[in-house]
């Protein structure tokens, strides 16, 4: 079955810095990765799904970034503030028939000023 | 747009009781919901995946009838946690996915229920 694997539980940076956050994932490749944030006591928040064939995607001061061949996603922060602290949660379909989401235990991101 | 609205949000029940957790889009129609838990510093676990007008399907190793779950409509899904024990005792979450969204679409989540059992 599909795994996921977000490296960092926990993520330390100085505001104004870029935020680098990791997810691999072990089987096969899904056709789209999505990227969620979740705030303590809340439910999880869309933030941006990269396909396949995408290389990159950005909104904002967000860039994801999708690599089929290392089976990985980079999330990317860049102009970080204490605002973005939150944990950044790693989906993808957990079937072949693409519905149902599994996640990644997150990484914790803590933006100091 | 896109509100998936989760109630109650926080309930503590004895032991032995039962619990029903409502989930609602307010202001598109779902398809699916799903049903995850989150325990501490863990991972959303996928519990199941309701589909409006029939039977869940539930993960492996989650009990269908200690969690029903009942979707009789395209903006209501209920699950309802039965004879409830303190190992239940966890983060319960539902998100919804759009009718039109395909697979792949993004899933809108509710704030979850904190469940406590004494």
């Known amino acids: 079955s599909q795994k996921i694997e977000q490296n960092s539980e926990a993520l330390n940076i100085q505001e104004g810095k870029t935020a680098t956050l990791t997810c691999n994932y072990t089987?096969?490749?899904?056709?789209?990765l999505q990227w969620y944030r979740q705030d303590p006591g809340r439910g999880p928040v869309f933030l941006l799904l990269?396909?396949?064939?995408?290389k990159e995607k950005r909104k904002e001061r967000l860039k994801v970034t999708f690599d089929t061949t290392l089976k990985q996603s980079l999330f990317h922060i860049t102009a970080s503030q204490p605002a973005d602290s939150a944990t950044y949660l790693c989906?993808?379909?957990?079937?072949?028939?693409?519905?149902?989401?599994?996640f990644g235990k997150g990484t914790t991101l803590s933006v100091s000023s | 747009g896109a509100v998936v609205s989760q109630h109650p949000s926080r309930v503590i029940c004895k032991s032995g009781t039962s619990v029903k957790i409502e989930c609602r889009s307010l202001?598109?129609?779902?398809?699916?919901m799903f049903w995850y838990r989150q325990f501490p510093k863990q991972s959303l676990m996928l519990m199941a995946t309701s589909n409006e007008g029939s039977k869940a399907t539930y993960e492996q190793g989650v009990e269908k009838d200690k969690f029903l779950i009942n979707h009789a409509s395209l903006t209501l899904s209920t699950l309802t946690v039965t004879s409830a024990h303190p190992e239940d005792s966890s983060f319960y979450i539902c998100s919804a996915a759009m009718v039109a969204g395909g697979p792949g679409s993004p899933l809108h989540f509710g704030n979850g229920t904190r469940l406590t059992v004494t």
């Open positions: 202001d598109f129609q779902a398809t699916t």
């Open positions: 990269i396909r396949e064939n995408e």
């Open positions: 989906a993808l379909v957990s079937n072949q028939a693409g519905t149902a989401l599994i």
């Open positions: 089987n096969y490749s899904p056709a789209y």
